[in-house]
């Protein structure tokens, strides 16, 4: 089962697009990639997730390299309610630590 | 609504005395988990279940014990092992199935503190 990386916090603009990162270089060819966000206090939320084509919902897009060693989750317009830690995971439902996001106004 | 319900919201216990969380789902799933967080960390695998009558151990079940005997419902009990119990518990569920690839759907969370 893959380990996932991501950088421990990043901020962002209020209106402008957040990427968030995630490493995952010994993810399996048949492993998806998951992504969610917790607020403080409550249980984790799903976003997206995705196995090798991007993705995009309603909450954000996935993209997702070729080699499917990497992937980046985008909220395309931050606001002040997407300030939250994201999770990047994968099949072994394992979370590490995540990224602490903060919007910024 | 379809969803998780974790009870009670907040939990006080004595040191020493055993104490059980309760998770319900009414989605049908037939995975369940439960998760520990402590403050400023990540969520931590206690045990899951991926059927009815079958459970296995996560990262940290020592001082935990769990049951499985409807579908809908995944009781955790917090034994007076467990060292240092204090913390917030989540309880999630997932469709599953050698091909499944349905994410987890998530609890509000107990928060546990011992006295």
């Known amino acids: 089962d893959a380990k996932t990386t991501q950088p421990p916090s990043m901020d962002c603009a209020e209106g402008r697009a957040a990427n968030l990162p995630c490493n995952h270089s010994?993810?399996?060819?048949?492993?998806?990639v998951y992504w969610y966000r917790q607020i403080h206090s409550q249980g984790p939320q799903y976003i997206i997730h995705g196995l090798k084509n991007n993705e995009t919902n309603e909450m954000a897009s996935l993209i997702i390299t070729e080699d499917r060693k990497s992937s980046t989750l985008i909220l395309p317009h931050a606001t002040l309610r997407d300030t939250a830690v994201y999770y990047c995971i994968s099949r072994d439902m394992r979370f590490g630590a995540g990224t602490r996001l903060t919007v910024k106004p | 609504d379809g969803g998780i319900t974790q009870s009670p919201k907040y939990l006080f216990r004595k040191e020493g005395q055993n104490v059980t969380l309760s998770c319900e789902q009414n989605l049908n799933h037939d995975a369940m988990y439960w998760y520990r967080q402590d403050p400023g960390q990540g969520l931590r695998l206690i045990y899951y279940?991926?059927?009815?009558?079958?459970?296995q151990k996560g990262d940290i079940a020592e001082g935990y014990s769990v049951s499985r005997e409807k579908k809908e419902s995944f009781p955790l009990t917090v034994t007076s092992a467990q060292k240092n119990p204090t913390a917030f518990y989540l309880c999630?569920?997932?469709?599953?199935?050698?091909?499944?690839?349905?994410?987890?759907?998530f609890g509000d969370g107990t928060r546990l503190s011992i006295l």
């Open positions: 010994t993810i399996s060819g048949n492993e998806y």
């Open positions: 279940s991926q059927i009815v009558n079958d459970f």
């Open positions: 999630a569920s997932s469709e599953t199935g050698k091909y499944s690839n349905q994410p987890q759907h």
